[in-house]
């Protein structure tokens, strides 16, 4: 008895000890990217980090203080932002439209960034699974979607399940109201209406509609 006494008191203690560690490096991060200040107060960054939850908010706040948004058309930040609230696998043969690109790298670079400085705050993490939660294989359908098209083109468009789809656009509004206030909370109140323009364009027809059996 006192030999598994002793064994659940070690294990607790290295929990603790383990949640500690990860503590601490956690709050390295957000020193480290400004979203606390030496004495571990919150900063304006953490203010808009708190506004999201439906992806990485992290992620999503350092591409709003770098202005990712501010010139793209809302309909190109709609199928971006799919890329963060996709769960389904992208294929490997896919291919970003090229008027993609360059914003899916800036996604891609600005979270290897995020990566690297919590990996050298000593939190643990791999950065190839990390990346993968970046799925863009529906960005086609959510930018055809924000456009005016029916929802029987977007089933044309991709294998992905009708529910995956409907699922997959209800998150993305969720998240694009989070970004909303996020920008409100930060004082841009042109992006905070740019955003819930966003949710304009995709909050329509049977994807949004209180019973799929009307």
Not at 198 to 209: E, G, M, N, P, S
């Amino acid at each position: 008895i006192n030999a598994e006494y002793m064994g659940k008191k070690q294990i607790k203690r290295s929990t603790k000890t383990v949640l500690r560690d990860e503590l601490k490096a956690r709050l390295r991060v957000l020193r480290r990217l400004e979203y606390t200040n030496e004495d571990n107060v919150i900063q304006t960054k953490g203010r808009v980090a708190c506004e999201m939850s439906t992806a990485d908010e992290l992620l999503l706040t350092e591409l709003i203080f770098n202005g990712i948004f501010n010139d793209m058309p809302s309909e190109d930040i709609c199928a971006l932002m799919s890329c963060l609230v996709n769960g389904d696998r992208t294929p490997q043969e896919f291919r970003p439209k090229e008027n993609f690109e360059k914003p899916l790298r800036v996604l891609y670079d600005m979270s290897k960034r995020v990566i690297q400085v919590s990996v050298e705050s000593k939190l643990e993490l791999d950065e190839e699974k990390e990346l993968a939660k970046i799925s863009p294989g529906l960005m086609d359908v959510v930018h055809a979607w924000a456009k005016g098209a029916k929802f029987s083109q977007l089933c044309t468009m991709t294998d992905v399940f009708e529910g995956n789809i409907i699922r997959m656009m209800r998150r993305l509004e969720e998240l694009l109201r989070q970004l909303a206030g996020a920008a409100r909370a930060v004082g841009d109140q042109t992006l905070s209406d740019k955003f819930l323009d966003c949710i304009t364009k995709i909050k329509r027809d049977i994807i949004f509609a209180a019973s799929l059996y009307l």
